[in-house]
């Protein structure tokens, strides 16, 4: 029994410390640049995965642009990741709301170098280490990240 209950222990930890150790993504944006998770070391990453059909993707969207400009030159990025929508979509989309953060066409392979995503909207917040801290399906807000972040410091 004293074995059958080291193991337990032992799985449980090692999946404890797989949950926090950051998968490193390589994304291709619309512009051609590479968006590395190693890249942004110093500062806090949301990754956040969307489509342009998704009523709550674009609800959010203008949070998320939001704070991307107040905190993209100190101490956060805002990478989205278009799934399920289509180059002229999304590049349609970019143009009418003046999306100011990095975007990927991407898919749900693509998707796996993060994480899984079962819903849209899903994103995924990297502290400055470059450590996954957070998880969350559904819709996001600026002052909801802002208040989890300064909650870390």
């Known amino acids: 029994m004293r074995k059958l209950a080291r193991w337990v222990v032992l799985c449980a930890l090692l999946l404890c410390s797989a949950v926090a150790v ?15 998770l190693q890249d942004y070391r110093g500062k806090w990453v949301l990754v956040n995965f969307w489509a ?10 203008p949070d998320l642009v939001s704070l991307h400009e107040a905190h993209k030159n100190t101490d956060l990025v805002v990478i989205g990741v278009a799934l399920d929508s289509t180059e002229k979509s999304v590049k349609e989309f970019v143009a009418k709301h003046h999306v100011s953060y990095p975007l990927v066409i991407g898919d749900y392979d693509m998707a796996e170098q993060v994480g899984e995503v079962e819903v849209l909207p899903t994103s995924y917040l990297y502290n400055p280490q470059g450590v996954l801290v957070s998880f969350q399906q559904g819709l996001l807000t600026r002052s909801s990240v802002e208040a989890y972040i300064k909650s870390k410091k």
């Open 22 to 36: 950051a998968r490193p993504f390589v994304f291709t944006d619309m512009q051609g640049k590479q968006q590395r």
């Open 52 to 61: 342009t059909w998704c009523p709550p993707c674009l609800e959010e969207i």
